[in-house]
């Protein structure tokens, strides 16, 4: 199973960006998805949730300015985010739980190779 982050980049105070994460891969189905994010020198912090039935859930820093939508068809999760801050600048990590249906079921949780995000003042 592998997740592919992709729309990182450069972005000025206010604009916005929007990331999007595909899973691939024997993947039988996908329960949670996840948006964490790692600023330098600091720890990865979780930034938002989305259940497979799309309930969501931000950390404060970013309510009312990010949204996380899925698409379930195509195994992707999108953060759109408006009205970004310097402070928003970090490396983006997508997660996905999953489920796979052999002769039993193996559950784990994969993680996307990160994307830039970089915001200017």
């Known amino acids: 199973v592998q997740l592919q982050a992709s729309g990182g980049g450069l972005a000025q105070a206010g604009e916005s960006l929007r990331l999007s994460c595909v899973a691939s891969?024997?993947?039988?189905?996908?329960?949670?998805m996840e948006w964490h994010r790692q600023a330098p020198g600091k720890q990865r912090e979780l930034v938002a949730t989305?259940?497979?039935?799309?309930?969501?859930n931000y950390a404060d820093s970013v309510k009312g300015r990010f949204t996380i939508s899925r698409d379930n068809a195509q195994n992707t999760v999108y953060l759109q985010m408006n009205g970004l801050k310097p402070e928003d600048t970090a490396v983006y990590y997508c997660?996905?739980?999953?489920?796979?249906?052999?002769?039993?079921?193996?559950?784990?949780?994969?993680w996307g190779q990160g994307t830039q995000v970089t915001v200017s003042s």
């Open positions: 989305i259940s497979s039935g799309g309930s969501t």
């Open positions: 997660a996905a739980d999953y489920l796979i249906y052999r002769d039993t079921v193996v559950a784990g949780r994969a």
């Open positions: 891969g024997s993947i039988s189905s996908i329960n949670g």
